[in-house]
């Protein structure tokens, strides 16, 4: 394990429903700190599109959390991305002000609804928007009816804040979109490949040799699995370890953390090892191979049924 992916809510802090106060999670501050000091790479990957990344590292900054501008990646940042690699240099943005900055940063121009030229676009890139209305949803599907494609920052239902479980807006907006068009989306945020493979190469380190921890089976964990990358599960989001231990094989992590400083554990286990070389017998290190045990018991499905999980 040579690089460390990790989710923001529920993962490290929780914030309210607006996006404004955070509270920072049990342990943030110090395995991050932690990390940098010992010079393992490691970033924030979040599904919220609201801020720019650089804005949104300098708001985490001032809670304490150690985090440069270049390691805060938002689903924007893997949109600007794609659509250069693509070609696309015009976007319709349904989101708020900060949606389309890293669109702009990377030279895509990016017009909004009731604007010139709003369905002359070769993208329709949709984040958050609190605000959206139908115009906005008729706009996205006039430009995609004219041929534009559609991009989505998350189609994540649920996201964890203090207040508990609230929808993703992208989500539902989205939603709405493809059934009137029938359009295919390409997703820029967890759980697609696609981010993080653009967060390996942002740290110089292969997909295989990162650790995603996170608070949601079907977005880190499954993204994990997607690119074989280890799965730590925290339970401080929207996962109770009852839940963790009913996933089946596709969202099971390969630990349930009981606190966030057992990633520090994980990063112990490989820190010595030379890169390329089978990991040392688990035997050679007896408090590790403990809690890898416990790890195993807690994670077994208890049940064969899917847990269902409400949306409130």
Same mark, same amino acid.
């Given at each position: 394990?040579?690089?460390?992916?990790?989710?923001?809510? @529920?993962?490290? $802090?929780?914030?309210?429903?607006?996006?404004?106060?955070?509270?920072?999670?049990? /342990? +943030?501050? %110090? !395995?991050?700190?932690?990390?940098?000091?010992?010079?393992?790479?490691f970033a924030l990957l979040t599904n919220g599109s609201a801020h720019p990344p650089a804005q949104q590292a300098a708001k985490l900054r001032a809670t304490g959390l150690p985090v440069e501008d270049e390691q805060m990646i938002t689903p924007s940042s893997i949109a600007a991305d794609y659509l250069q690699r693509?070609?696309?240099?015009?976007?319709?943005?349904?989101?708020?002000?900060?949606? @389309?900055?890293? $669109?702009?940063?990377?030279?895509?121009?990016?017009?909004?609804?009731?604007?010139? /030229? +709003?369905? %002359? !676009?070769?993208?329709?890139?949709?984040?958050?928007?609190?605000?959206?209305?139908?115009?906005?949803?008729?706009?996205?599907?006039?430009?995609?009816?004219?041929?534009?494609?559609?991009?989505?920052?998350?189609?994540?239902?649920?996201?964890?804040?203090?207040?508990?479980?609230?929808?993703?807006?992208?989500?539902?907006?989205?939603?709405?979109?493809?059934?009137?068009?029938?359009?295919?989306?390409t997703l820029t945020g967890k759980p697609s490949v696609r981010a993080l493979r653009f967060v390996a190469k942002r740290l110089g380190v292969p997909m295989r040799a990162l650790a995603v921890v996170g608070d949601d089976p079907v977005v880190e964990v499954l993204m994990a699995r997607r690119g074989g990358a280890?799965?730590?599960?925290?339970?401080?989001?929207?996962?109770?370890?009852?839940?963790?231990?009913?996933?089946?094989?596709?969202?099971?992590?390969?630990?349930?953390?009981?606190?966030?400083?057992?990633?520090?554990?994980?990063?112990?286990?490989?820190?010595?090892?030379?890169?390329?070389?089978?990991?040392?017998?688990?035997?050679?290190?007896?408090?590790?191979?403990?809690?890898?045990?416990?790890?195993?018991?807690?994670?077994?499905?208890?049940?064969?049924?899917?847990?269902?999980?409400?949306?409130?």
């Amino acid at each position: 394990m040579r690089g460390i992916v990790f989710d923001v809510d @529920g993962t490290l $802090l929780l914030s309210d429903r607006a996006l404004g106060g955070y509270e920072l999670l049990p /342990g +943030a501050i %110090e !395995v991050l700190t932690t990390l940098k000091a010992r010079q393992v790479p490691f970033a924030l990957l979040t599904n919220g599109s609201a801020h720019p990344p650089a804005q949104q590292a300098a708001k985490l900054r001032a809670t304490g959390l150690p985090v440069e501008d270049e390691q805060m990646i938002t689903p924007s940042s893997i949109a600007a991305d794609y659509l250069q690699r693509r070609g696309i240099r015009r976007a319709l943005v349904l989101g708020s002000a900060g949606v @389309g900055q890293a $669109l702009r940063d990377a030279g895509i121009v990016t017009v909004h609804t009731g604007e010139e /030229g +709003a369905t %002359e !676009v070769g993208s329709v890139f949709v984040g958050w928007h609190p605000e959206c209305g139908m115009q906005d949803i008729e706009t996205a599907c006039r430009a995609i009816w004219g041929g534009a494609e559609l991009c989505v920052a998350s189609d994540v239902p649920f996201f964890a804040t203090k207040q508990g479980r609230t929808i993703g807006y992208s989500h539902a907006i989205t939603a709405a979109i493809r059934r009137l068009t029938k359009a295919p989306m390409t997703l820029t945020g967890k759980p697609s490949v696609r981010a993080l493979r653009f967060v390996a190469k942002r740290l110089g380190v292969p997909m295989r040799a990162l650790a995603v921890v996170g608070d949601d089976p079907v977005v880190e964990v499954l993204m994990a699995r997607r690119g074989g990358a280890t799965a730590l599960a925290v339970t401080t989001g929207t996962t109770h370890r009852e839940e963790w231990q009913r996933q089946p094989p596709s969202r099971r992590p390969d630990a349930i953390l009981a606190d966030l400083r057992g990633v520090l554990d994980w990063v112990d286990e490989t820190a010595d090892a030379p890169r390329n070389t089978p990991r040392r017998p688990r035997a050679a290190r007896p408090r590790l191979r403990a809690r890898r045990a416990a790890a195993r018991t807690a994670s077994r499905p208890v049940s064969k049924r899917r847990a269902v999980r409400p949306p409130g």
